[in-house]
């Protein structure tokens, strides 16, 4: 069965550190993968996606993703952390032709002035 | 702007009430979806619509109910069966068509729901 890990319920960074929110994947073949954020009382908004095309996907308010087949993994960076990215992300994955999709349990980024 | 509505924003049931929760797109999306969201679990799938009439449970269906009479349209009903519904509940469409947005799911603000 597909899943998703986020490493770290909760991680924080200095306002203008390196953003660094961990996923791992289990899938026997490359599915689709995403990252969502959400503000408190929001839904959630899609920051980028991997659909194969390319393996370092850009996304929007300057995040970034690499997808590492090797290791399974999709992490999430920001070269600089900006006081508004403090909210929680959330790592999921569709495998390819399903209309399903997994999502993990979340990392809650707080930034410190 | 096409999206997605949720209403209403919060929700107050007393126990043994049933309760429907509103979800509309304006996207020309076929598939819909609703989550439920807990502190610390993440998403968890309640139950989903590829297309109008059609409806697939979730992981989580039980207490749960919906319909799927319009495209437009995919309201999830909270039933008394649901022994603990208090929750941060979230519907999401995605397009079929192809292209650049394929596979992307948009979501609706969410509906906060306490039992009291």
């Known amino acids: 069965a597909q899943s998703v890990t986020q490493l770290g319920s909760h991680v924080s960074v200095s306002e203008g550190a390196l953003v660094l929110l961990r996923c791992n994947y289990s899938?026997?073949?490359?599915?689709?993968l995403f990252w969502y954020v959400q503000y408190p009382n929001q839904g959630l908004q899609l920051l980028l996606k991997y659909t194969s095309a390319a393996t370092l996907v850009k996304g929007i308010n300057g995040f970034e993703a690499e997808f590492k087949k090797s290791e399974t993994s999709f992490h999430l960076t920001k070269p600089s952390a900006h006081m508004s990215d403090a909210a929680e992300y959330f790592c999921a994955v569709t495998p390819s032709g399903t209309y399903k999709y997994i999502f993990g349990t979340g990392t809650r980024l707080k930034v410190l002035a | 702007d096409g999206g997605i509505t949720q209403s209403p924003k919060y929700l107050f049931r007393k126990e043994g009430q049933n309760v429907t929760l509103s979800c509309e797109q304006n996207l020309n999306h076929d598939a819909m979806y609703w989550y439920r969201q807990d502190p610390g679990q993440g998403l968890r799938l309640i139950y989903y619509?590829?297309?109008?009439?059609?409806?697939q449970k979730g992981d989580i269906a039980e207490g749960y109910s919906v319909s799927r009479e319009k495209k437009e349209s995919f309201p999830l009903t909270v039933t008394s069966a649901q022994k603990n519904p208090t929750a941060f509940y979230l519907c999401a469409s995605k397009g079929t068509g192809g292209g650049e947005r394929e596979n992307e799911q948009f979501f609706g603000p969410g509906t906060r729901l306490t039992v009291l």
């Open positions: 899938s026997s073949v490359p599915p689709y």
């Open positions: 619509s590829q297309i109008v009439n059609d409806f």
